[in-house]
């Protein structure tokens, strides 16, 4: 008799190309449309499965996993990963993956893009030139804020972060970050980026980018104390995550003239946005596509295939997925994870 194939729940459309590869060593489930799945049917389609294939969509914790016996990896097509319970994973012996690296640098173009947007008033101008309202040309029209020789504040200083102040040396800028822990010195120096606390990032910075990652412990950081503390002439560029800033402290802050401008590619409740700030006319807004160009993209769907491929036990990496969140996972595999050499 033979051995069943392991099966593969993939959520989300993701380049079929790409996601076929699979197919050499296992049976897959592919979702035909970008689908919202409530949890009773995350739950469903991974009770029969060895591995997935997710996205950010796809909230993944305790309750979908409990009736999953076979499940033994999640490979998350995202390089942020707070849709996913990692502990109640870890504790399920199941291994979950991501995708960092393969998207830093469309995400830093992204990120410094969207901020200029936000500065120079872009998305505003176009808007306006396109209801009609440019009767003649005026000095006064649309007037903005310039990046370069401004200050930058970064706050977290991943990878992405050290991308964009990468970039912020083209622009001559200052760029100071904040981050969880100090960078060494030399890639200080690579970044020329200065630590500086909190409260001086929000109070010196021109322009602020968040780029941190998403945790219960940084949800609506950036309040109404935090935006009270920046300049009124300052902007607020999100690429991180929508819960880490209070979105109604936000509008009320753009609407009263308490801060210029802000650019958001993510929301609290994406994709639901707050109507407040659909009514602002300074405030550029994007459909979290920070990492969208077309070649990182597949890269990242790559990425992810070759992590679950190998977190499952076959092809080339068998035994040892790229790009782990928590390894600790593995120690504890499931009876049945083939191990790699
Ligand atoms: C996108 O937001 C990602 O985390 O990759």
Redesign the pocket.
């Given at each position: 008799m033979t051995e069943a194939r392991p099966r593969i729940w993939v959520s989300q459309p993701l380049f079929p190309d790409v996601v076929g590869r699979l197919r050499e060593y296992f049976d897959v489930v592919e979702t035909a449309q970008v689908t919202r799945h409530a949890p009773a049917q995350i739950a469903a389609a991974l009770a029969a499965c060895d591995g997935a294939l997710v996205t950010?969509n796809d909230r993944i914790g305790a309750p979908e996993v409990a009736g999953a016996p076979r499940l033994r990896a999640i490979a998350n097509v995202?390089?942020?990963y707070n849709n996913l319970d990692i502990a109640a994973l870890t504790d399920a012996g199941i291994l979950a993956t991501n995708?960092p690296d393969v998207?830093t640098e469309t995400t830093a173009d992204f990120g410094f893009a969207l901020m200029m947007a936000a500065a120079r008033r872009i998305t505003e101008a176009e808007r306006w030139l396109r209801d009609g309202q440019w009767r003649q040309w005026s000095f006064e029209t649309m007037l903005g804020m310039d990046l370069h020789r401004a200050t930058l504040g970064i706050l977290g200083m991943g990878r992405i972060g050290q991308g964009i102040a990468r970039r912020a040396a083209g622009f001559d800028m200052r760029v100071l970050y904040h981050n969880r822990s100090r960078l060494p010195e030399s890639l200080e120096r690579e970044c020329r980026a200065g630590y500086v606390d909190f409260d001086t990032l929000l109070a010196q910075a021109d322009h602020l980018l968040l780029v941190l990652p998403y945790s219960p412990q940084v949800h609506h950081l950036i309040d109404a104390a935090a935006l009270a503390k920046m300049k009124p002439t300052a902007t607020l560029t999100n690429i991180a995550r929508g819960g880490i800033v209070d979105e109604d402290a936000l509008a009320d802050a753009l609407g009263s003239g308490r801060l210029a401008a802000a650019g958001l590619d993510?929301y609290e409740g994406e994709p639901a946005v707050n109507p407040r700030l659909l009514a602002l006319r300074n405030v550029v807004l994007t459909p979290?596509i920070?990492?969208g160009s077309l070649a990182t993209r597949r890269a990242?769907v790559a990425l992810a295939v070759d992590n679950l491929t190998a977190a499952l036990g076959v092809g080339p990496d068998a035994g040892r997925p790229p790009t782990p969140i928590n390894a600790a996972a593995l120690a504890q595999a499931k009876p049945g994870l083939k191990r790699g050499a």
């Open positions: 950010l995202g390089v942020g995708t998207l993510v979290h920070a990492s990242m």
